[in-house]
């Protein structure tokens, strides 16, 4: 912060000729001391005036760079926000700050954790994970955070086994209990929304029994502090960060310690003797007093590590924020020069307006505020690798921008390293997928993500991956023995190569060959009183009839069609009538033959060959007559039978029309179905239903 301002007062472009002035305190942590610092800053003057010509207003508070924490920005929001005292934070996230009803006065530099919560849940959907523990801080970060994050892990279908929250003020006896809940636990990933102190804390009671392998998924709180890379079980860890930056003349400022400005403060004092083991007030009995030979230039730690920098930008860019609100507020541009008018009296109110629009860009990086205060989300992703010394280091393998398009903000530009080192994603589910053929049927009791898989009922396919439910085959498919894939039925007729139709043939063509042999002795002894006793006529016309009887029986053979179907049923019905109206002519005559040798009897005359003739074709005349009816009224068609085999289509003639509920498809077009047929073999009830009487 003080770097920033630096920069700031020694600008010719940004605040020309005033010069911004700070106060730094330390709440410890404390929401109590937090409370107290806003009230003192929000009197709007210091006890202490400071009149000198580096003031260009003194001791007026334009604005807050802070706090670290989200409980105690909470209160101190609350506490500006009515006096119009603008706050910004470097570090506080929680999503309930983006209320401007409450918090009408915060601004922060960080993102929101809504945000967070919603990169970690593309995270664990990302990598198909779907039964996951959850820890959290016991705060206004860890409940919120992970409240936010529940919701879009529950909207992506992810389901928690359990969720556990402590603080590191617990007992021993409470921290135990969660560290036992994620020994015990199925779930392979652990979510942990902690801050860095609380994660502490957890991880050395883990550390006594260390768990089964865990993956850790973190939030930033903890997931870049280096001190949890000792721990070797969170090895492969990956969560979301702050952004790594670079602050260019950041490090020769932090390395431009004079030994005066060490003593003059005592956080510069005690730093200075930490680093060195060495003492400057002779108060440590245990340490060599420093001898002036120590050089700042010479220490490799993260107070000199200014290429990890990550929170610290955040500090860098909210000290620019209130600057250029500042500027807009009291300077304009005129020509070619900034014009700053020193005597207005600015209040924090106009600080507060400005500050809402403020865009601008730092060192390549961007900031601006949305009308609830938050900047554009965007976080690195993270993963805690070993390095070829062994050592684990944290390694920025990817990002999420909530700028970009929904469903490309997250990406992934490096490989991962695993929970073990693992290089394969570990797996972490309830239930293992259900495969094609199977479909879902939840666990009693259990959350969505428990089920077993049971196979699809008969006539019934799921074809993807844990189907929720089977869905029937078309009328004219049915599924494969795996009820993941439907395949047209196999469509059955009585072909003429098959072995029922060679036999119906021969049959045929042997009754024809008889009919035709017999009619050819009749013609040849057509003369021999036996075959003029019997009405030669009649017995060639029946002989005839019996022909066309047997070759009718071919007709049934092939795959039906329209005419097929006509000519099958009217033919064989005529030609039937035919050779059973020649029959009753014949029987007849013999009858009244017994009857007429009565004496005084003349019955024979009324059945001589005229009457007998008229007989065969007045009966046959009927049939015809009704034939034609029945083709005009309702014809037969083709049809597929659907309904007599689930698994195979078998082609037939329909020879009634039934109602649409329960019709069936013609072939090409729709046609009735027949009604449930007696469960014979296809061809035999086929034929059997053809040429019954």
Same mark, same amino acid.
């Given at each position: 912060?003080?770097?920033?301002?630096?920069?700031?007062?020694?600008?010719?472009?940004?605040?020309?000729?005033?010069?911004?002035?700070?106060?730094?305190?330390?709440?410890?942590?404390?929401?109590?001391?937090?409370?107290?610092?806003?009230?003192?800053?929000?009197?709007?003057?210091?006890?202490?005036?400071?009149?000198?010509?580096?003031?260009?207003?003194?001791?007026?508070?334009?604005?807050?760079?802070?706090?670290?924490?989200?409980?105690?920005?909470?209160?101190?929001?609350?506490?500006?926000?009515?006096?119009?005292?603008?706050?910004?934070?470097?570090?506080?996230?929680?999503?309930?700050?983006?209320?401007?009803?409450?918090?009408?006065?915060?601004?922060?530099?960080?993102?929101?954790?809504?945000?967070?919560?919603?990169?970690?849940?593309?995270?664990?959907?990302?990598?198909?994970?779907?039964?996951?523990?959850?820890?959290?801080?016991?705060?206004?970060?860890?409940?919120?955070?992970?409240?936010?994050?529940?919701?879009?892990?529950?909207?992506?279908?992810?389901?928690?086994?359990?969720?556990?929250?402590?603080?590191?003020?617990?007992?021993?006896?409470?921290?135990?209990?969660?560290?036992?809940?994620?020994?015990?636990?199925?779930?392979?990933?652990?979510?942990?929304?902690?801050?860095?102190?609380?994660?502490?804390?957890?991880?050395?009671?883990?550390?006594?029994?260390?768990?089964?392998?865990?993956?850790?998924?973190?939030?930033?709180?903890?997931?870049?502090?280096?001190?949890?890379?000792?721990?070797?079980?969170?090895?492969?860890?990956?969560?979301?960060?702050?952004?790594?930056?670079?602050?260019?003349?950041?490090?020769?400022?932090?390395?431009?310690?004079?030994?005066?400005?060490?003593?003059?403060?005592?956080?510069?004092?005690?730093?200075?003797?930490?680093?060195?083991?060495?003492?400057?007030?002779?108060?440590?009995?245990?340490?060599?007093?420093?001898?002036?030979?120590?050089?700042?230039?010479?220490?490799?730690?993260?107070?000199?590590?200014?290429?990890?920098?990550?929170?610290?930008?955040?500090?860098?860019?909210?000290?620019?924020?209130?600057?250029?609100?500042?500027?807009?507020?009291?300077?304009?541009?005129?020509?070619?020069?900034?014009?700053?008018?020193?005597?207005?009296?600015?209040?924090?109110?106009?600080?507060?307006?400005?500050?809402?629009?403020?865009?601008?860009?730092?060192?390549?990086?961007?900031?601006?505020?949305?009308?609830?205060?938050?900047?554009?989300?965007?976080?690195?992703?993270?993963?805690?690798?070993?390095?070829?010394?062994?050592?684990?280091?944290?390694?920025?393998?990817?990002?999420?921008?909530?700028?970009?398009?929904?469903?490309?903000?997250?990406?992934?530009?490096?490989?991962?390293?695993?929970?073990?080192?693992?290089?394969?994603?570990?797996?972490?589910?309830?239930?293992?997928?259900?495969?094609?053929?199977?479909?879902?049927?939840?666990?009693?009791?259990?959350?969505?993500?428990?089920?077993?898989?049971?196979?699809?009922?008969?006539?019934?396919?799921?074809?993807?991956?844990?189907?929720?439910?089977?869905?029937?085959?078309?009328?004219?498919?049915?599924?494969?023995?795996?009820?993941?894939?439907?395949?047209?039925?196999?469509?059955?007729?009585?072909?003429?190569?098959?072995?029922?139709?060679?036999?119906?043939?021969?049959?045929?063509?042997?009754?024809?060959?008889?009919?035709?042999?017999?009619?050819?002795?009749?013609?040849?002894?057509?003369?021999?009183?036996?075959?003029?006793?019997?009405?030669?006529?009649?017995?060639? %016309?029946?002989? $005839?009839?019996? /022909? @066309?009887?047997?070759?009718?029986?071919?007709?049934?053979? =092939?795959? !039906?069609?329209? &005419?097929?179907?006509?000519?099958?049923?009217?033919?064989?019905?005529?030609?039937?009538?035919?050779?059973?109206?020649?029959?009753?002519?014949?029987?007849?005559?013999? %009858?009244?033959? $017994?009857?007429? /040798? @009565?004496?005084?009897?003349?019955?024979?005359?009324?059945? =001589?060959? !005229?009457?007998? &003739?008229?007989?065969?074709?007045?009966?046959?005349?009927?049939?015809?007559?009704?034939?034609?009816?029945?083709?005009?009224?309702?014809?037969?068609?083709?049809?597929?039978?659907?309904?007599?085999?689930?698994?195979?289509?078998?082609?037939?003639?329909?020879?009634?029309?039934?109602?649409?509920?329960?019709?069936?498809?013609?072939?090409?077009?729709?046609?009735?179905?027949?009604?449930?047929?007696?469960?014979?073999?296809?061809?035999?009830?086929?034929?059997?239903?053809?040429?019954?009487?």
């Amino acid at each position: 912060m003080i770097f920033a301002l630096e920069e700031i007062n020694n600008s010719t472009e940004l605040l020309p000729g005033i010069r911004l002035g700070y106060q730094i305190y330390d709440s410890c942590a404390s929401v109590p001391v937090a409370v107290h610092i806003a009230f003192h800053l929000s009197n709007g003057h210091d006890h202490i005036f400071y009149k000198d010509s580096n003031c260009s207003q003194s001791g007026v508070v334009m604005a807050a760079v802070g706090e670290t924490g989200s409980t105690p920005s909470i209160s101190m929001s609350r506490i500006f926000g009515p006096f119009h005292f603008p706050q910004v934070s470097h570090s506080a996230s929680c999503a309930c700050l983006s209320n401007k009803q409450q918090y009408p006065t915060f601004f922060r530099t960080i993102p929101s954790d809504q945000f967070q919560a919603d990169a970690l849940a593309k995270l664990v959907k990302h990598f198909g994970w779907t039964w996951i523990g959850a820890v959290r801080s016991d705060s206004d970060y860890g409940n919120n955070g992970m409240a936010s994050f529940l919701a879009a892990a529950k909207k992506d279908g992810i389901c928690v086994e359990y969720s556990e929250s402590f603080d590191k003020t617990n007992s021993h006896r409470k921290i135990q209990k969660v560290a036992d809940v994620i020994r015990s636990s199925t779930a392979m990933v652990v979510v942990a929304f902690i801050d860095s102190s609380d994660m502490r804390v957890l991880l050395e009671e883990l550390a006594r029994n260390p768990p089964p392998p865990r993956q850790w998924i973190g939030s930033e709180g903890w997931i870049t502090d280096s001190f949890f890379t000792s721990y070797s079980f969170c090895e492969g860890s990956i969560g979301v960060a702050i952004q790594q930056s670079f602050i260019p003349g950041l490090r020769d400022f932090l390395l431009d310690l004079s030994p005066t400005e060490v003593a003059a403060s005592s956080v510069l004092t005690e730093f200075w003797e930490d680093a060195f083991n060495c003492t400057l007030t002779k108060t440590i009995s245990n340490r060599r007093m420093c001898d002036g030979t120590e050089d700042i230039k010479t220490l490799k730690n993260s107070y000199t590590n200014i290429f990890q920098l990550r929170m610290t930008n955040m500090v860098y860019k909210a000290v620019y924020a209130i600057a250029h609100a500042i500027h807009n507020a009291l300077c304009q541009r005129t020509n070619l020069t900034i014009q700053c008018d020193k005597n207005i009296r600015l209040e924090s109110k106009q600080v507060l307006s400005q500050l809402k629009k403020v865009n601008f860009s730092q060192n390549g990086y961007p900031v601006s505020f949305d009308a609830n205060g938050d900047p554009v989300a965007f976080y690195e992703l993270v993963n805690w690798q070993k390095s070829e010394r062994g050592v684990i280091e944290v390694v920025a393998v990817g990002y999420y921008d909530a700028s970009l398009p929904k469903g490309q903000e997250f990406q992934i530009n490096k490989n991962i390293t695993w929970v073990q080192g693992e290089t394969q994603v570990p797996v972490s589910v309830c239930s293992e997928s259900c495969p094609p053929g199977t479909h879902k049927v939840l666990q009693k009791g259990k959350p969505i993500c428990c089920y077993d898989c049971i196979p699809c009922p008969e006539g019934e396919i799921s074809n993807m991956t844990d189907s929720p439910d089977c869905l029937p085959c078309p009328s004219e498919y049915w599924p494969k023995a795996e009820n993941d894939y439907c395949f047209p039925k196999p469509v059955e007729f009585l072909s003429f190569d098959e072995v029922l139709s060679i036999i119906l043939a021969a049959f045929s063509i042997m009754g024809t060959c008889l009919a035709v042999i017999t009619a050819v002795i009749f013609f040849h002894t057509r003369t021999t009183p036996i075959v003029r006793a019997n009405n030669s006529e009649l017995s060639f %016309l029946l002989l $005839f009839s019996l /022909t @066309l009887c047997f070759l009718c029986s071919l007709t049934f053979i =092939g795959a !039906p069609s329209k &005419r097929s179907c006509m000519l099958r049923h009217t033919a064989f019905g005529i030609i039937f009538v035919l050779c059973i109206s020649c029959v009753l002519g014949k029987t007849v005559v013999v %009858l009244m033959a $017994f009857k007429a /040798t @009565l004496p005084g009897s003349n019955v024979m005359k009324w059945f =001589g060959p !005229p009457q007998q &003739r008229l007989t065969v074709v007045s009966l046959t005349l009927i049939q015809v007559l009704i034939c034609t009816v029945w083709l005009i009224l309702s014809p037969p068609f083709p049809m597929k039978n659907l309904t007599t085999y689930k698994e195979k289509i078998i082609l037939e003639c329909a020879l009634v029309v039934r109602s649409r509920k329960t019709s069936k498809r013609r072939y090409p077009n729709q046609s009735p179905e027949l009604p449930q047929q007696p469960s014979f073999k296809a061809k035999e009830q086929w034929l059997y239903s053809e040429l019954q009487l």
